[in-house]
């Protein structure tokens, strides 16, 4: 190669770099969009509807409904997304995949999966909602049980290990609770008691040891976070995928007593169109954020489905969702902001 090719292939190596920087940069986001699409890092939408968020280290992980189009209908799949600053976030693939456990027909389904980090273990272990239709009953939820898998990473692969009904009782909409000293819990909503359950898990996570609470409220999309030493529980109306006011109550101790419900946005929002999937709390130097994280269901196109992620005004007891509205979080300070 002559200078001049040499230059111009420099030239051509420079604009490329810059090509890539720019493009790169073009897809950092800095902002949350509640109810839009959210491009992954690939620029699909997300696929992680009826979520949960486990974070490991400096890593958050969002696992949830795999419901892309084009999906082999043998079977049903979570998905897992990685993120460090909650806004950007990475698809690290179906981590789990399983066929119809226990002849439920075509459309058996697994939803709303949630993964607890056991830190004696060392495993990872994947609770989620396995339902169908029994032969001989109504409906097609009427197995209500959860399913159980384990992995040795938070990405996987996830191995399938049994499904059951949690202290006997039957569990249809999940939800996930860890609490500051590391307990963990499963929410599991139950029809027959017209409540849901706050069950604290064995020692190996594997299974579901004892009650701690069954809240006698008929809500499902249930989710508990501690904020100031206070409990907040949060459902939803058992409306399936259409949205109702979603409702909060509080308490000084898991066990109860619980307040009396009360709406979390103004009740003819129906909950700005979406339904509680769950409460991230965000640690940081300067202060605490406590970001709602729900679905708004497409029920005839998933795979459309959208989130709403927002921060809650929360404290003293009172919790409260703002109107959806662009923003942003650094989750080093824990300080978040809207966005004009
Ligand atoms: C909702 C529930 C969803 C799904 C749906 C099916 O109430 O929260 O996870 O089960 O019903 O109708």
């Given at each position: 190669?002559?200078?001049?090719?040499?230059?111009?292939?420099?030239?051509?190596?420079?604009?490329?770099?810059?090509?890539?920087?720019?493009?790169?940069?073009?897809?950092?986001?800095?902002?949350?969009?509640?109810?839009?699409?959210?491009?992954?890092?690939?620029g699909?939408?997300?696929?992680?509807?009826?979520?949960?968020?486990?974070?490991?280290?400096?890593?958050?992980?969002?696992?949830?409904?795999?419901?892309?189009?084009?999906l082999?209908?043998?079977?049903?799949?979570?998905?897992?997304?990685?993120?460090?600053?909650?806004?950007?976030?990475k698809?690290?693939?179906?981590?789990?995949?399983?066929?119809?456990?226990?002849?439920?027909?075509?459309?058996?389904?697994?939803?709303?999966?949630?993964?607890?980090?056991?830190i004696?273990?060392?495993?990872?272990i994947?609770?989620?909602?396995?339902?169908?239709?029994?032969?001989?009953?109504?409906?097609?939820?009427?197995?209500?049980?959860?399913g159980?898998?384990?992995?040795?990473?938070?990405?996987?692969?996830?191995?399938?290990?049994?499904?059951?009904?949690p202290?006997g009782?039957?569990?249809?909409?999940?939800g996930?609770?860890?609490?500051?000293?590391?307990?963990?819990?499963?929410?599991?909503?139950?029809?027959?008691?017209k409540?849901?359950?706050?069950?604290?898990?064995?020692?190996d996570?594997?299974?579901?040891?004892?009650?701690?609470?069954?809240?006698k409220?008929?809500?499902?999309?249930?989710?508990?976070?501690?904020?100031?030493?206070?409990?907040?529980?949060?459902?939803?109306?058992?409306?399936?995928?259409?949205?109702?006011?979603?409702?909060?109550?509080?308490a000084?101790?898991?066990?109860?007593?619980?307040?009396?419900?009360?709406?979390?946005?103004?009740?003819e929002?129906n909950?700005?169109?979406?339904?509680?999937?769950?409460?991230?709390?965000?640690?940081?130097?300067?202060?605490?954020?406590?970001?709602?994280?729900?679905?708004?269901?497409?029920?005839?196109?998933?795979?459309?489905?959208?989130?709403?992620?927002?921060?809650?005004?929360?404290?003293?007891?009172?919790?409260?969702?703002?109107?959806?509205?662009?923003?942003?979080?650094?989750?080093?300070?824990?300080?978040?902001?809207?966005?004009?």
């Amino acid at each position: 190669m002559n200078h001049k090719g040499k230059c111009l292939f420099r030239f051509a190596i420079f604009l490329f770099a810059l090509l890539y920087t720019a493009t790169g940069m073009a897809q950092q986001r800095k902002s949350i969009l509640p109810r839009e699409l959210w491009p992954d890092d690939k620029g699909n939408h997300i696929q992680a509807h009826g979520g949960g968020i486990t974070k490991v280290k400096d890593t958050y992980y969002w696992y949830g409904e795999e419901r892309r189009q084009g999906l082999d209908s043998n079977y049903r799949y979570v998905s897992c997304y990685s993120s460090k600053d909650l806004m950007n976030w990475k698809f690290r693939g179906d981590v789990f995949k399983m066929t119809d456990p226990d002849s439920l027909g075509k459309k058996w389904v697994l939803e709303r999966p949630k993964v607890y980090h056991n830190i004696k273990t060392r495993k990872y272990i994947m609770y989620m909602h396995i339902d169908g239709q029994v032969k001989g009953q109504k409906g097609n939820y009427s197995y209500a049980r959860v399913g159980v898998a384990i992995g040795d990473s938070p990405t996987g692969p996830f191995n399938f290990i049994r499904t059951f009904r949690p202290l006997g009782q039957e569990s249809r909409d999940i939800g996930q609770f860890i609490d500051d000293d590391g307990s963990a819990y499963l929410i599991f909503e139950d029809r027959p008691v017209k409540g849901f359950h706050i069950a604290k898990l064995s020692e190996d996570y594997l299974d579901v040891e004892k009650d701690i609470c069954i809240i006698k409220a008929p809500l499902e999309g249930g989710a508990v976070v501690k904020y100031n030493g206070l409990y907040y529980a949060i459902g939803s109306a058992l409306t399936s995928w259409n949205p109702n006011p979603n409702k909060y109550a509080t308490a000084k101790s898991l066990a109860g007593p619980w307040s009396e419900f009360e709406d979390i946005a103004p009740p003819e929002t129906n909950t700005y169109g979406s339904q509680s999937t769950f409460m991230l709390k965000v640690v940081g130097t300067k202060s605490t954020a406590v970001i709602f994280v729900a679905d708004k269901w497409k029920p005839r196109t998933q795979w459309d489905s959208r989130y709403l992620w927002m921060p809650l005004e929360i404290g003293d007891g009172k919790l409260r969702l703002p109107e959806p509205k662009p923003w942003r979080i650094n989750v080093k300070t824990g300080e978040t902001a809207f966005i004009k």
